[in-house]
């Protein structure tokens, strides 16, 4: 991979740009600790979802990741965040031609665009987090939601009182569906005669930043009988807790850890450590400099899917149910249960 020109160490600056409706995060060089030499710093770019920052999840990881990574690797990171999903073809398309090393893209709503510039600018490598994608220099990550989804299903059929639980999502797309169908897996093999709600907030990627229409779907799902709600929502979630607030119900927290958001309540939050996997992109491009070297799949067993420790939840949940989700979770790792898609249950 070709290194760029020295980029001197700054704070961190908001710069607006109005032929792309842009808010920008740009920060300063990694201190070169492990990382290409000094006088070659890598340029990557991180593009989040519109008004990803501060979601309590998903995006708020990723930032954090590639500030971390900033820390430990020799690399100059800038955060891309359109103001609207209408302007994300112009936000990439500026960056695009910015002469970055790298740019690491969080979900997939942004596959077309990428897919367009990708083939004008195929000296620039993209790496599409949530995505299998593989087409000349674009890279997709994916994790195994699945495995982490199949211990809320076991969790949620364990504490619920009524036998019926639900799973919302935002959109229903591939990497929603693995989330979908471990919980399902997890709650009929924990117990077989329960009942399962599924619903999704949209059938567009609005469905990811709506909490509103996930608070009055929760509810619906809260007086219809489910006890416990797992929602796979990105920033929509926070209206799935909310409802769950309101109503005095459970939820499992999703992406980062919301367990302090209604203690108690929130039973757990499944950990997707996107931030693991930014840093883990950052240190192998610094430190091999080829694309090929990035890793393509997290799970369990990486550490980037996980359960949070119950601190706050652990009179509801229980020292019993604890173990029993943590000699489930050696079984998923060393591949005794299947999580994922199956012709029928045990």
Known sequence: MQRKSPVCAKPVLYIGILIACLSILASGCG?????????????IALM??????????????????????EKKYNIVGTVIEP???????????????????????????????????????????FYVIDSDIDEGNIRGISFREDE?????????????????????????????????????????????????????????????????EASNLAQEMYHSGCDVIFPAAGASGLGVISAAVKTRNYVIGVDMNQDSLAPGLVLTSMLKRV??????????????GDPASVKRSYGLKDGAIGLTDFQLS??????????ELGRIRKQIIDEKIITGKRESHK
């Open 31 to 43: 201190n070169g600790k492990n990382g290409s030499s000094s006088e070659n710093p890598l340029k």
């Open 48 to 69: 989040i979802t519109p008004r990803g920052l501060n979601d309590k999840g998903f995006n708020d990881y990723a930032y954090d990741g590639l500030k971390e990574a």
């Open 83 to 125: 103001s609207t999903m209408q302007d994300h073809e112009a936000s990439l398309r500026f960056f695009a031609g910015q002469k970055f090393d790298a740019i690491i893209a969080v979900g997939v709503a942004f596959t077309d665009t990428i897919r367009k510039i990708a083939s004008e600018q195929p000296e620039l490598n």
């Open 148 to 212: 982490g989804a199949y211990l809320c299903g076991c969790l949620s059929a364990r504490i619920s009182k009524t036998g019926k639980v639900g799973f919302i999502g935002g959109v229903k797309i591939p990497v929603i569906e693995r989330f979908a169908i471990g919980f399902r897996n997890g709650v009929l093999d924990t117990a077989s005669s329960s009942e399962i709600v599924e619903r999704y907030i949209s059938n567009d990627f609005s469905g990811f930043n709506n909490a509103e």
């Open 275 to 288: 931030d693991l996997v930014v840093e883990d992109i950052a240190r192998s491009l610094s430190q091999h």
């Open 314 to 323: 652990f009179k509801v949940v229980g020292e019993e149910i604890i173990k």
